[in-house]
């Protein structure tokens, strides 16, 4: 059972372009979670969907940052018109259900780098 | 509003040396607590995760947790470190409401003496 894939692994952009960072959960795995690593700092909650439905997009910046997990595919994390602010490690994580003692697996992440 | 502080950023052990990284969180109710550890350039690999009973919570690779309710704290020990122990670490807090929007800590990066 393969475990959270993440692809790409390293992603540089220029200022302005668009990034996608694509999130495959581990099989079984209804919910997905995306988190910001930013350099020397802790993981930041971005967003929480399950498929089709985006259930806490509470932590993701209200513009140019958007998130899907369709019914067939992975999940996609897009960046639009990207600044070097979003230079990061993107961090995806996946988890079979929501409810107590239940554990979010996480995958390897992207490295993302506006240059 | 919750938070999790982790107040050594750096910490260098000599190997076989006995380790605590200290966690303090702020939160309101009990929350569900976890400590992650980071090589470079990798991923976040679950070491321990507290919900609830015995407050000592055992982990893999020999670490263990304390949840100290009175302290607010989780704080991670090793009794032997070994040299492929260094890393970053990191303590989050879940709400059990809310299990899944993690709060971490900014880390504490260990360095260990040959």
């Known amino acids: 059972n393969a475990g959270v894939m993440q692809n790409p692994r390293h992603l540089v952009r220029r200022r302005g372009q668009e990034a996608r960072l694509r999130c495959s959960p581990m099989?079984?795995?209804?919910?997905v979670y995306w988190y910001r690593q930013l350099p020397e700092e802790g993981l930041k909650f971005m967003v929480y969907?399950?498929?089709?439905?985006?259930?806490?997009e509470s932590g993701m910046p209200k513009e140019r940052f958007s998130a899907e997990f369709p019914k067939e595919g992975p999940s996609i994390l897009r960046i639009q018109q990207v600044v070097r602010g979003d230079s990061a490690a993107y961090f995806c994580?996946?988890?079979?259900?929501?409810?107590?003692?239940?554990?979010?697996?996480f995958g390897q992440g992207t490295r993302l780098t506006v240059v | 509003a919750q938070s999790v502080t982790q107040p050594d950023i750096h910490i260098t052990v000599s190997e076989g040396a006995s380790l605590e990284l200290r966690c303090n969180y702020s939160?309101?109710?009990?929350?569900?607590l976890f400590w992650y550890v980071q090589s470079p350039g990798q991923g976040l690999q679950l070491l321990l995760k507290?919900?609830?009973?015995?407050?000592l919570v055992q982990g893999i690779k020999g670490f263990e947790a304390e949840f100290k309710r009175s302290q607010s704290s989780f704080n991670l020990r090793k009794p032997s470190v070994h040299w492929s122990d260094a890393a970053e670490y990191f303590c989050?807090?879940?709400?059990?409401?809310?299990?899944?929007?993690?709060?971490f800590g900014s880390g504490t990066r260990l360095l260990v003496r040959p």
């Open positions: 099989k079984g795995h209804s919910h």
């Open positions: 994580a996946s988890s079979p259900r929501l409810d107590t003692n239940t554990e979010a697996f």
């Open positions: 969907l399950q498929k089709e439905n985006i259930i806490d």
């Open positions: 989050a807090v879940g709400a059990r409401d809310s299990s899944y929007k993690l709060i």
């Open positions: 507290y919900f609830s009973g015995d407050t």
């Open positions: 939160y309101g109710a009990t929350p569900y």
